[in-house]
């Protein structure tokens, strides 16, 4: 049929075209290997004290084991006088002190006493910008600041210039950690930007109990500003549930999407109960596959083992240092990715392939004429062509587009390589490499669509993932029916609906009842475990160890939905063939692998090579189970010997 000859042409054309695309995401992504390891100042200088270990030694220590930056957060009254910078007098101790002051005190109140002149200049200008006018008087001896002690020693002042120096001459980098302050202005804000240390391109990661980016959210074009000018980069926090995710983070992010580094860290109190080698997994999970480039380390308080506290934080540093160095990865200091993005003609020449995958789709169950064909793919050229035009890169027809390319390629390569009488061993590994193929065109062509700086580092996330996931196990196995049995392809739209009804007219078989109950739980807990949102209590503690074992071995672990399900079931069903009952039953849980494998692609935040790799693992370890079940089915099945 000369109108299928066309569109397998744009097809080939599309994916090559995406594979272009592909091979310039992979070189931008090999090249950012650099991993920053950075340690909280101040739990750091906790963990110092509360040991015993004397703060210079032991940082060069940690420098040896790694640490080549330090999380600088910002000054506060109360640390000033735990160093013995700023000497406090407060309540009836005021009356009593030895110094004129004017007026009449107000409670409460407190006296800051402070020693270097250096400091006072500093907090002078803090003061006048961060506290309200009559709220503090500067005194030779220092201020009288009417203010409860308690509020006052909790009050962020910025990063301090002396600590920011002496950890740079100390040879680290300083990425500050700045928070959002109640009452913010322009001069508030323009006085802590002020007060970041710009040496190095610093990476700034927010703070603050408000879980607010600085300049939340009036000023943030300001910041976006103030980044773009100084380069300094901005640190975006790995979150595990998106309720967690900073305000206003995604809006600078949408500003200066070449200076954004990910961020991973591990908090207390889940940190206690964490060994070095169980943080070492999850930060390398997160380096491979979730483009985390900044580990924020806050060093382990509890000793592991026949270790010492000190050799417990070595062991940790060394091991991950070992484990990224088997795949490429080196320490020093991060840096964001380059400005990516699709172009306008990548977006058009992406959706007419995803298009022409549609129709040979629709090709397969309605006779359409060539006159309909070909108005229907010139109607969809014109919207790719005034959509690739007109809107941004970050848009709904890209989302949309994209999304229908994740339901149709699976569901056109299961239909494609599904087999009506039973076949061999080999041709179903075959048919099976085949059809992976044809879904890995698909997912190539939504990485054309939808890869760029945010979707790589997963700040904004293609919202259709788990529809994709789902949409092809559901809907294969209909269509697979109507594909054998139909033996005319429609004419009409009416006969097309009577024939997508029949499968609903034939009485219900036990076997086929099962296969969709256990399809649907199945469904519901690969929803469930899907993303990065994980339900813990779902993942035995085996499959935790297995999962470990494979990246160990593998560096990029397949999915088990694709080697231990779907890829298994296909090649039982492709021998059985779909006339027969077991092998429409084999077929319908043969589905979920294709699905799984555009999933895959879907996760843009996965760099393309570990997606690739994973994709090659399931191939080849789900035929070899394949092969291991069908020697097992068939000595169990009666009807298949």
Known sequence: MPIKKLLYGILAVSVLFSLFAALQRHKIEIKNKTVEIVLDYHDFLQFCQKNGFPVDSTLERFKKHGISSIALQEMTPGELYHEGKIVRVRGADLKLYKIKLKGEITYPSTLLLVKSKKIKTWLLKAFSVLLKKGQFKALPE??????????????ELGIAPWQAEKLAEDGFSIDPRISNPGNLNREKLNYLLGTIPLQDHPTVVFSGLRNE????????????????????FYGYLEVYSPSNVQLGSIELAKLIPNQIVKVQTLMYPPLYRMNPQMAIDIFTLGIHERNVRIVYFHPFLNRFGRLSLMQTNFKFLDGLEKRLKRTGFSFGKAEPFPLFHPSRIQIFISSLGVFACVFLLILIFVDLSVFWTAAGM??????????????????????????LAGITFPTYSLLLFSTKKPVSYGKAVLYLVLASCVTVCGGFLVSSLLANNLTMLAVEMFRGVKGVLVFPILFAPWLAWVYRNVKERAKTIKELMTNLKKPFDNPVKFIHLAGLVLLGLAGLIMIIRSGNTTMAGLIPSFEKKLRILLELYLIARPRFKEFLIGHPFFILAACFGLDSEWGFFFFIFGCIGQGDILDSFAHLHTPLYYTLLRTFHGIWIGAVLGGILLF??????????
């Open 213 to 232: 980016i600085l300049g939340f959210d009036q000023y943030i074009p300001e910041v976006a500003n103030f980044f773009k000018l100084h380069r300094i």
């Open 378 to 403: 010139t109607a969809a050229g014109i919207l790719s062509f005034i959509s690739s035009m007109v809107l941004r890169f970050q848009n709904p027809w890209c989302f949309g587009v994209a999304f």
């Open 632 to 641: 097992i089915t068939r000595k169990i099945l009666p009807e298949s010997k």
């Open 142 to 155: 220092g201020f009288l600041i009417h203010q409860r002690w308690s509020d006052l020693a909790q009050m």
